[in-house]
Each structure stands twice: as C-alpha cells, then as structure tokens.
C-alpha cells in the first residue's frame, strides 16, 4: 500500500492532536524544519515524518519525552535526516524548475487581466505591451517572486530553532530587502521603457492565458510530486 | 561521545540490517529490539537517519502497511543488496573483532 502525500499529511495532521503540549511543540519545530527543505525526496520526508509521530506517541504512553527520543539537538538532528533523504531525480528537478517560472508569470498575466478589467470601467487605458519591455518585466517579476520566496523561507528555517532576532532588526531587513526588490523591478522597468514593437493584449487575453499557465502550473506542481 | 557509542556508530548500520534479516518490523520495533539485545546506547531517534541511509542506498524497503495493533506502519525488509552487504559486514566485523579481541583482551592479561 502507498500512501500519497496528501492522505500522509492528513494522517500526521490528526495524530498531531494526541501529542502532549510539549512533545507537540518540539515535534512540530521538527515537522516545519523537515518539510522546509526544497530539493529532497517529499514523499520519504513524509514518511520518516509519520514513522516520528508514531514512534513519539507509543514512546509518549510509556512516559517518555520528545528530547528523550529524539534528542536534545532537534537541529542537529533534523539536518542529520535532511541529509539521507534522496534527491529527487531531475525529471522532479526540471518540472520544480519549471513551475517556479511559470507559477509567477501566470499570476502576473492574470493580475493585469483583472486590473485592466477595473480600471478599465473608470477610463479608456491603452493595452498594448510593448514587446521588449514585457518581457524585460516579466522576468524581472519571475526573478524578485523567487528571491522573496527564498529569502522568507530561509528566514522561517532559521527561527524554528530559536535562531530568532529582534522583531525590530527582522522588520528593518525585511523591509530594507522589500524595497531592493520592488526598486530592482521599478530600475528594470525605466531602463527598458516602451522597447520593442508594440502588441495588443486585452485583458480578457491577459487573464485567459494567465489562467492557462496557471493550470499548466498546477500539473507540473503535481506531477512533481511523487506520489 | 563516550568510546563505546563512538564505536556503534561505525556497526550500527549492520546492526539494523541484521535485525531486518530476521523479520520485517517497523521503527518502533526496531529501536524495541536494538534495546532488548542490550545497545542500550542507541537512542531511540537514532535509527530515523540510518533508516533513510539504508533506504537511499537501496539496502532496505519499506512498506506500509497495516500493524497487528491497527494503524498503518512502515514495514522494512532488506533487498538483495542489503544481504550482500550484510554478510560482507559480517565478514570484515569477524577479521576485526578477532585480532582486535587478541589485543585489547588479551592486553588485559
């Protein structure tokens, strides 16, 4: 019997609930850290994950705490498991790959379709794209989508285990890297201003084919999941 | 680290395997069993990693599968592979624990 993914998180989900207050906190520190981690085996993550659960709540009948089990290094020891799981194999590999291009893009296009179509009902607003420029943003988006992405969950990682800092120096970083973000898109959008030859894309095309790539995305995301 | 768990560490992996050989159990069980033939120092958590070590290198397989007890559990069982590599590492642990014995017993003596 295999389970998928999904019916092993729903599992872990409810099990979850009959952990003590404090087996649960350091299992779920675990869990978070474990599950962060982009390029190794999901589906045998998952697995071991449950194998825990179970083990920590037969172990938690006989009175035994989660450090007890598991340790009292859960970093050390959730690195020591990232570090056996298998890679994915590129197939997995490409399609992650693929899916974060898309995945930016399509909410990108589907955006302006739904933007053109608001603004379109105040004033007439010109929906032409100039071809280079488009382009010129939409990777500039792509680019900054994937960035934000990974600097937030390469943030998440690092707190679990108390690597936290002042709420005050995290919010002046954060925000200071927010804006060297939008300001990179806003410096890409003035340096490649109304280039190439110009195209018209209505919103209803915007939003068609944004929606399209948002599928496509979707089936690349599940396909790449091995199941 | 004391010596002695410094020293499993470098077995532990055929300790598993030759534990599997026998019947298929689950972590639980296993962690049960290292602990009843008296390596007392494997914490119980130790065996996750060297599970998913052995699983990457395609010495075991895991299934799950309904417990005796209801839920479902991963059940491992060794391939081919494990075997071979089972007896070459109880080959290689008979030439050591040999001399080694001669030496640090009979050091004793």
Not at chain 1, 33 to 58: K, P
Request: net charge neutral; proline share 3%; glycine share 10%.
């Amino acid at each position: 019997m295999i389970m998928t993914m999904k019916e092993l998180r729903a599992e872990n989900d409810i099990k979850r609930e009959l952990l003590t207050e404090q087996n649960e906190a350091y299992y779920s520190k675990l869990l978070v850290y474990v599950r962060l981690q982009f390029f190794f085996g999901e589906h045998r993550a998952e697995e071991v994950l449950i194998e825990m659960l179970d083990h920590l709540l037969e172990g938690q009948e006989e009175g035994k705490t989660a450090a007890e089990i598991f340790g009292d290094n859960p970093k050390g020891y959730a690195d020591e498991l990232i570090g056996q799981l298998p890679k994915d194999g590129k197939r997995s590999l490409f399609s992650f790959c693929t899916y974060f291009l898309i995945y930016p893009f399509a909410g990108l296009l589907m955006i302006r379709g739904i933007m053109l179509l608001i603004f379109l009902q105040f004033k007439a607003i010109d929906q032409h794209i100039y071809l280079y420029s488009g382009i010129a943003f939409s990777v500039a988006v792509i680019i900054v989508y994937n960035v934000a992405g990974w600097l937030s969950s390469r943030g998440t990682r690092r707190s679990i285990f108390g690597e936290e800092e002042s709420i005050r120096k995290s919010t002046v970083r954060g925000g200071l890297r927010g804006g060297l973000l939008i300001g990179f898109v806003v410096a890409v959008m003035q340096f490649y201003k109304e280039q190439g030859p110009a195209i018209l894309i209505p919103w209803y095309g915007s939003l068609a084919v944004g929606f399209v790539l948002w599928l496509v995305s979707r089936v690349i995301k599940y396909k790449a999941v091995p199941k | 680290m004391s010596v002695r768990s410094e020293l499993l560490k470098g077995i532990l992996d055929g300790c598993v395997l030759a534990i599997i050989e026998k019947e298929t159990v689950y972590g639980y069980e296993l962690s049960k069993k290292l602990q009843l033939v008296g390596l007392h120092d494997v914490s119980e958590g130790t065996i996750y990693p060297v599970l998913l070590r052995l699983q990457k290198n395609k010495l075991i397989e895991g299934e799950m599968r309904p417990s005796e007890s209801g839920p479902n559990r991963k059940y491992y069982t060794l391939t081919d592979e494990g075997k071979a590599s089972l007896t070459m590492i109880r080959k290689e642990w008979h030439q050591l624990a040999v001399p080694v014995g001669v030496l640090l017993v009979g050091g004793e003596e």
